[in-house]
């Protein structure tokens, strides 16, 4: 017994050093965010931020809150859009048997595979012509594509798991197909409605292809290119830099604590079914 | 012995609620099945809007890129839109490009390098945290950090690590003796830099992957081997190993789709260069595109469609094996 304890502790010590190596680079984006202009460039730098200083956080409440806005609102855009897109056709793929259902599967598969600049650029010369760059709407079709097709997938698996009485039940009490899903599954299928949007926002949020081709030097730009724009021209201020990106994490950080479950399950469902 | 015979049966039966997601409903099970007659209409009332996006949002923006390769754009005609069809030249041009030869090779470095460390890695660690120690399922967790940080912010904090004079790792290798290395300046090293930091995403996502492939192979293995006195490393090899293999082969696969698009990552942090020595198909798609003030769409979306056709390919090459692995 004691040497089984002795054993676990060894592997909990090593997992530690393990977890902090990993997460250095995150601990060194929180040191610096922290660290005074004149001690920027010190050699060697300091490994803790002795004499902290809040500068770099003032700089971000000063300059980057219409960008962090813009995130924000894109965000929830992408949210909205994605479910109201990907929830019905999951409910159909699961449920109804549609024919060719399987063909616009194999589609959906196949689209998380285009790479993004490919789509950056068709939506570019799409939207020229439209007038749409440089719009909130605009982005937030074009980070919506970053997560349909596998909001689609998330919809489908949960809801084949609904059974399939109870669906009966319901039709045999008179509910149409549209009230079966308003009603019974999408009340059902909370859990995945939360995964798919936590990762249509943490997708949208983070995406810097798309804003760095639509919106670029438009009046609502996104998080992602205000830290762009940060490192672009050369600003030596560091401190602000890393504050920009601490804050524009904060919200894989607040997934990470509130919902790491779904997370482990968002990754694995993109890969291994089962 | 009696367990590995088992194995094959159990995963169909688990993968069948996956598989429903990718196939369409068998024929044997519509025909086996009298369903209720589910009318079609109301099936594909529920899909036409997604349907309807895939046209618009995705084959819609992959027809105009393909139009853009196949005609000779300026910045007038490409807002007037009156190009004059030039049809492969754009592509020959693209061939004959000096920097064709580099950017191939790099996208090949590139790739094989961070997959390879990407899956020893992940697949060291899960081996590892599959023990169940105290506190192991938080550190896992906490593993995950790297891979949901918007791809800007772990740019920006490796650029500025990673910096000549005043990042922390020549400040290491300055402490062991080592002199300092222009990690992002000098053509000899932009690329080592961003496949570092390309490994150090993508570890969390084989991590998690292969640590979901270890929980479906049955403990009592594992047991039997000790028991015939099997050691650690004999039973990584002859046990973990080799039954984690159609999960490996889907990391992997997928691995190579996602690595094959990056581009968040190099552009940030060395724009490809300098002297191109880290740009590959996507960065240089983007540089012909966008990176210059007279830009070459043409060539650019020639490029990028290079890119999605070999996307395409080890795309379809994965799903292939999923689906076999599903129907096995």
Redesign the interface.
Do not use: C, E
């Given at each position: 017994m004691n040497r089984g304890a002795a054993r676990s502790w060894w592997k909990t010590t090593l997992g530690l050093l393990l977890t902090a190596v990993m997460l250095f680079p995150v601990y060194w984006m929180l040191n610096v965010s922290l660290t005074p202009e004149q001690d920027m460039r010190k050699s060697p730098p300091d490994l803790f931020p002795a004499h902290g200083t809040l500068d770099g956080y003032r700089t971000v409440l000063d300059e980057q809150l219409p960008y962090l806005g813009t995130s924000l609102v894109v965000g929830l855009g992408t949210v909205v859009l994605t479910v109201a897109l990907a929830a019905p056709a999951g409910y159909a793929l699961a449920k109804l048997r549609p024919r060719g259902g399987g063909i616009l599967s194999f589609l959906l598969l196949a689209a998380q595979m285009i790479p993004g600049i490919i789509m950056a650029m068709g939506f570019y010369a799409i939207y020229l012509q439209l007038g749409l760059l440089q719009s909130v709407p605009g982005l937030i079709v074009a980070d919506s594509t970053l997560a349909v097709p596998f909001g689609v997938l998330i919809f489908t698996a949960f809801m084949s798991g609904i059974p399939g009485e109870l669906l009966q039940a319901a039709k045999t009490d008179g509910a149409g197909a549209l009230r079966t899903f308003v009603s019974i599954v999408l009340p059902m299928s909370r859990n995945a409605v939360v995964t798919v949007s936590l990762f249509a926002f943490l997708w949208s949020w983070s995406d810097f292809v798309f804003a760095g081709t639509l919106v670029n030097g438009g009046a609502h730009e996104p998080i992602t290119l205000g830290i762009y724009h940060y490192i672009g021209n050369n600003n030596q201020e560091w401190n602000a830099i890393m504050a920009t990106a601490v804050v524009a994490s904060l919200p894989a950080a607040v997934i990470l604590v509130l919902a790491q479950r779904y997370v482990a399950a968002g990754v694995t469902a993109g890969a291994v079914k089962d | 012995m009696n367990h590995v015979t088992q194995m094959p049966e159990r995963?169909p039966a688990?993968?069948r609620?996956?598989?429903?997601?990718?196939?369409?409903?068998r024929p044997a099970d519509?025909r086996a099945r009298r369903?209720?007659t589910?009318p079609?209409w109301?099936?594909?009332?529920?899909?036409a809007?997604?349907?309807l996006?895939?046209a618009l949002?995705?084959a819609?923006?992959?027809?105009?890129?393909l139009?853009?390769s196949l005609r000779n754009y300026t910045v007038r005609s490409?807002?007037q839109?009156d190009a004059p069809f030039t049809g492969l030249a754009n592509y020959t041009k693209v061939f004959d490009d000096p920097t064709f030869a580099p950017a191939l090779l790099h996208t090949v470095v590139f790739t094989a390098v961070c997959l390879i460390f990407q899956y020893a890695i992940g697949l060291a660690?899960a081996v590892?945290?599959h023990?169940h120690?105290?506190?192991?399922a938080t550190?896992r967790?906490?593993?995950?950090?790297?891979?949901?940080?918007?791809?800007?912010?772990?740019a920006?904090?490796?650029?500025?690590?990673l910096n000549s004079?005043?990042g922390?790792v020549n400040?290491a290798l300055?402490?062991v003796g080592v002199g300092p290395v222009n990690w992002l300046t000098s053509p000899d090293w932009s690329l080592t830099s961003v496949i570092i930091a390309n490994i150090?995403i993508g570890?969390?996502?084989n991590l998690?992957?292969l640590y979901?492939?270890l929980q479906?192979i049955p403990g009592s293995l594992y047991e039997a081997a000790a028991l015939d006195g099997a050691n650690a490393w004999q039973r990584f090899w002859r046990i973990t190993f080799p039954l984690l293999r159609p999960?490996s082969a889907?990391?992997l696969l997928?691995g190579l789709?996602y690595t094959?698009?990056v581009?968040?990552i190099i552009w940030?942090m060395t724009k490809g260069g300098p002297a191109d020595s880290s740009t590959t198909f996507?960065t240089w798609?983007?540089q012909l595109?966008?990176g210059n003030l007279l830009p070459a769409?043409g060539p650019?979306?020639a490029v990028?469609?290079l890119?999605?056709v070999a996307?395409?390919v080890?795309?379809?090459i994965y799903?292939k094996v999923?689906r076999k692995q599903?129907l096995s």
């Open positions: - | 995963r688990q993968v609620k996956g598989a429903a997601a990718t196939a369409a409903p519509a369903r209720p589910s079609q109301a099936a594909w009332a529920f899909l809007p997604v349907t996006y895939l949002f995705y819609y923006p992959l027809y105009r890129n139009d853009l490409f807002v839109g660690l590892f945290f023990q120690f105290r506190l192991s550190l967790a906490l593993f995950l950090v790297p891979w949901l940080l918007p791809l800007i912010v772990s920006s904090t490796w650029s500025w690590m004079d005043s922390i400040a300055h402490a150090w570890v969390p996502f998690v992957v979901s492939g479906s999960v889907i990391t997928l789709v094959l698009k581009f968040d940030i996507a798609s983007y595109g966008f769409f650019g979306a990028g469609n890119l999605v996307a395409l080890f795309g379809l799903l999923q599903a």
